[in-house]
């Protein structure tokens, strides 16, 4: 059973990512393997390329061209590590195993940091350096850490998501005011982060009080949500209104920000604005979550996957097409063990513990993935795909020995041996 325990543990390790080894808690990194915009997503697949599908007016799948593909196309070759999830409208960014960051598709706000504001068809390089290992897109912003625990972030600043204390655009990278980054997640309109030592700070449009810091009010730079925290991640606007969840160190969930009718995404069984986390119902130990405009996600301990809010064209998985949306938690269908999910606008997708791409939603714009599925999905499909399964993403010196310490503590930490993980790297 340990042994059984041991496989689970690095087989998750490897692909939601986690950030190294240390006796202090484990701070996780969110989804670094797929990503997914308003009606595309990519994925790095098992020999480190980047396969994308789904809408494309933008170059989003960053193959030169503008041809919307309703299956995985190889457009971007390389080897990759890390792709920066998030809630972008039409960009994506993603990091080379040698620690190189780039970004491709939109960027009417400068949000591929490539000190330029024309849309990119293909990967463009952010800055020279090497020293990137994790990050998320927003709508119109991106932010990224770099390997000694700074924030950087860059595109559009109106509502402070660049979270210098600024609100002019910027199209490269400017320092965000926080340090000892262990991961970020990026809106439309704000931003959070948690820090090595497990706080969670927050920034930006705070009116539906997404930033959980008690209030409603517009925060320029970071401001401390209580708690010691795990896991953050924040969702897409819808008009305006913003929601943030999170898994605490005791690996409870709570949610944060604005829930309505059209999209109870809170998973608290009711609609109201609340600017502090509250506890999502039902309990239960989480893993992960992900957050969208109209839905939530999250993977509890035992690998199951629950989804709540907006079930519009089976955007919940739960194989019910004649509910609008549910308020709570609801297991998605199948037999399936999960580790991670990733949502689009109508549509969301979930790597299993065999690493294979399932997909489940509206087919607009083939972001489903799989031809001729149907405009509407409540059941998971395969994409047959297998994604990738390498190293995580901050071993940056490409050591086989150091990869091969950080999964061991990992997984020794899953079952309960008593090591854990944090960032930074073991053994230079």
């Not at 990026?186 to 930006?204: E, N, P, Q, S, Y």
């Not at 509250?278 to 957050?291: F, I, L, N, Q, R």
């Not at 037999?335 to 790597?351: F, P």
């Not at 489940?360 to 795909?385: E, F, H, K, T, Y």
Request: aromatic share 6%; proline share 4%.
């Amino acid at each position: 059973m340990l042994i059984k325990k041991l496989f689970a543990a690095v087989t998750a390790l490897v692909i939601v990512g986690t950030i190294s080894i240390s006796p202090a808690k484990a701070v996780s990194v969110q989804t670094s393997v797929i990503s997914g915009t308003t009606d595309s997503l990519c994925a790095i697949i098992s020999d480190g390329t980047i396969q994308c599908w789904g809408s494309n007016e933008v170059g989003q799948l960053g193959g030169g061209v503008n041809d919307h593909e309703d299956v995985p196309v190889s457009y971007i070759s390389g080897t990759w590590r890390y792709l920066l999830d998030g809630a972008a409208a039409g960009h994506f960014c993603a990091i080379k195993v040698n620690g190189t960051l780039w970004c491709w598709g939109a960027n009417w706000n400068g949000q591929l940091g490539n000190n330029s504001t024309v849309n990119a068809l293909t990967p463009v390089q952010v800055g020279s350096t090497n020293t990137w290992v994790a990050g998320s897109v927003g709508a119109l912003s991106t932010c990224a850490i770099k390997t000694d625990g700074t924030l950087w972030c860059w595109g559009a600043n109106d509502y402070g998501q660049l979270g210098n204390n600024d609100s002019s655009d910027s199209h490269v990278p400017v320092a965000a005011h926080l340090t000892s980054v262990a991961s970020v997640s990026v809106a439309d309109r704000h931003a959070c982060a948690i820090k090595t030592d497990g706080t969670l700070w927050c920034w930006g449009d705070g009116a539906s009080g997404a930033l959980g810091n008690g209030g409603t009010a517009f925060a320029g730079e970071p401001t401390q949500v209580g708690g010691s925290w795990l896991v953050v991640d924040v969702g897409a606007s819808r008009g305006g209104n913003e929601h943030s969840c999170g898994i605490k160190s005791d690996h409870t969930l709570w949610c944060w920000g604005s829930s309505d009718d059209n999209g109870p995404v809170l998973g608290i069984g009711a609609t109201l604005i609340t600017p502090v986390p509250v506890e999502v119902d039902g309990g239960g130990s989480w893993m992960h979550v992900a957050t969208g405009a109209w839905a939530t996600c999250g993977v509890k301990s035992d690998a199951s996957l629950w989804c709540w809010g907006d079930g519009y064209q089976g955007h919940l998985g739960s194989g019910d097409l004649t509910a609008t949306d549910y308020g709570v938690p609801q297991l998605v269908t199948g037999a399936h063990t999960w580790l991670t999910s990733v949502q689009t606008h109508d549509s969301a997708c979930g790597v299993q513990t065999d690493l294979s791409l399932w997909c489940w939603g509206s087919q607009n714009a083939g972001v489903i993935g799989v031809a001729g599925a149907p405009s509407d999905n409540p059941n998971p499909l395969a994409l047959n795909r297998i994604l990738s399964g390498g190293l995580p993403p901050t071993d940056r010196d490409g050591s086989s020995f150091n990869g091969v310490l950080l999964l061991l503590a990992g997984a020794l930490a899953a079952a309960g041996v008593g090591l854990s993980v944090r960032k930074g790297s073991p053994a230079k």
